[in-house]
């Protein structure tokens, strides 16, 4: 198939049950893809635990759009475009820090965190009606929900909550684990570099039909040494005779939940190591509360996936942060909870269960999405397929009204592709203020 890219619209390229392999590997869509569908939607960012303090700021990007997220003195956000109003350079060169101005490396015009334009050395050369406050940072609209902090380029989104919908009610449930439990991702980051298109991460965030195979060796390991009930083993056999189950919660979000697997979340909790002894400095600091406790150290069993590049897997974040069509970056945040009745001892076996699957189950991932890159580098086998359990009868109306179906459904794909198509066919006007 010739590739066609606007009008008639991608009809052609995305169908229910397939999509065109252009889509991953055609740098126009890719180039389009970063201002339709990253600028054009409520787009993570950060946590607002990053950047803790009143003027504190973190390096981000909006697709490939450089940004600093800034808190500012009163302790407000701002998103501001990493690029001076003068002629380009970016403005902020470090990843993180605390600063009330940046100050741009080339001709020194500084701007202060909300963007506005503070200083030009020898200001009278651009002559009598030069006007500082028409040449501030642009920026990008901003929200934040329950510390989650997002940015668009659209004027019409609605509220972020609004846009979150369900997702900000399993955001919730996802937090409140542990009541009062403050989450913190400054605990350290897994950084992936993967040479793949960003969708192929997106589309494997809520498979729950390849963990039995493409995990086979860590999943077989744990159950020889560890026994059947540890974490994951409910994704080896038929996994659709199981209790895990798919939902489409709105606007390209997916969700996999896999709770109703979950007996007792320290019980089925993956080995780490020193576990014993931290357990028994826990139970006796803690008493009766201590199950609670060892339960928040083991991941939520949810997959909550935020379009087009949040997934909040476990007990961790994931950011999809695309380079070029066929080049992503994928980092791992590590979370921790702060809470005065919880000792650290919960955070240091929190940690040592993040190291693991980064460690010993991204990699079958990342090299599964590699080679899928190559597989669709041929250009005489065109079409990904996107239609497992769309014509089964097996998907029905779950809780809350949605849209669900067994673990391996390909529904989540389905999802996606609606929204992106919905996006990149948008004429919604993207602007920076
Ligand atoms: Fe920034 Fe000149 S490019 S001051
Ligand atoms: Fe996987």
């Not at 493409?214 to 560890?226: C, P, V």
């Not at 080896?236 to 997916?254: C, F, K, P, S, Y």
């Not at 980064?358 to 899928?372: I, K, T, V």
């Amino acid at each position: 198939m010739t590739y066609h890219f606007g009008a008639p619209p991608l009809d052609s390229l995305v169908e229910d049950h397939r999509v065109h392999r252009s889509l991953y590997t055609e740098p126009s869509i890719f180039a389009s893809e970063m201002n339709k569908v990253f600028g054009g939607t409520w787009t993570f960012l950060a946590h607002e635990s990053e950047l803790p303090a009143a003027n504190d700021f973190v390096r981000k990007k909006l697709g490939l759009r450089p940004v600093i997220v800034t808190r500012d003195r009163t302790g407000a956000l701002h998103v501001l475009l990493n690029r001076c109003t003068h002629r380009g350079a970016t403005v902020c060169r470090q990843d993180e820090g605390n600063a009330r101005r940046f100050t741009c490396p080339y001709h020194n015009w500084s701007f202060d965190n909300t963007g506005v334009l503070a200083g030009v050395p020898i200001e009278d050369g651009y002559g009598p009606e030069f006007d500082k406050s028409q040449h501030g940072l642009g920026k990008v609209r901003v929200e934040s929900y329950r510390g989650f902090i997002f940015g668009t380029l659209n004027q019409e989104m609605p509220p972020l909550e609004t846009h979150l919908g369900v997702a900000a009610r399993l955001i919730d449930e996802w937090l409140d684990r542990w009541p009062g439990g403050k989450l913190v991702v400054r605990r350290g980051t897994h950084r992936l570099v993967c040479a793949g298109n960003w969708k192929l991460v997106y589309d494997n965030s809520a498979d729950g039909y390849h963990p039995g195979f493409s995990h086979a060796s860590l999943l077989r390991m744990r159950k020889e040494r560890y026994g059947g009930g540890v974490d994951m083993q409910w994704a080896l056999g038929n996994v659709d005779e199981g209790l895990q189950t798919v939902a489409d919660i709105g606007n390209g979000h997916t969700f996999i939940d896999q709770r109703a697997e979950i007996k007792n979340y320290w019980e089925q909790a993956a080995p780490m190591p020193g576990e014993n002894r931290y357990e028994q400095i826990i139970r006796d600091r803690l008493g009766d509360k201590a199950d609670a406790a060892l339960d928040v150290v083991m991941g939520s069993g949810m997959n909550l996936n935020i379009f087009p590049n949040l997934l909040i897997i476990g007990n961790q974040i994931q950011v999809i942060e695309p380079q070029s069509v066929n080049l992503t970056h994928l980092t791992w945040y590590a979370t921790a909870l702060e809470a005065d009745d919880l000792p650290p001892e919960v955070n240091a076996l929190r940690m040592r269960l993040q190291e693991d699957f980064p460690s010993f189950g991204e990699p079958d991932d990342l090299a599964n999405f590699e080679e899928c890159q190559v597989g669709l580098g041929i250009p005489e086998m065109e079409w990904v397929l996107t239609g497992r359990h769309l014509n089964t009868g097996k998907e029905y109306t779950g809780p809350k009204g949605l849209l669900t179906g067994p673990v391996s459904d390909e529904l989540p794909l389905r999802v996606f592709w609606r929204e992106w198509k919905r996006l990149m066919t948008s004429t919604a006007a993207l602007a920076a203020s």
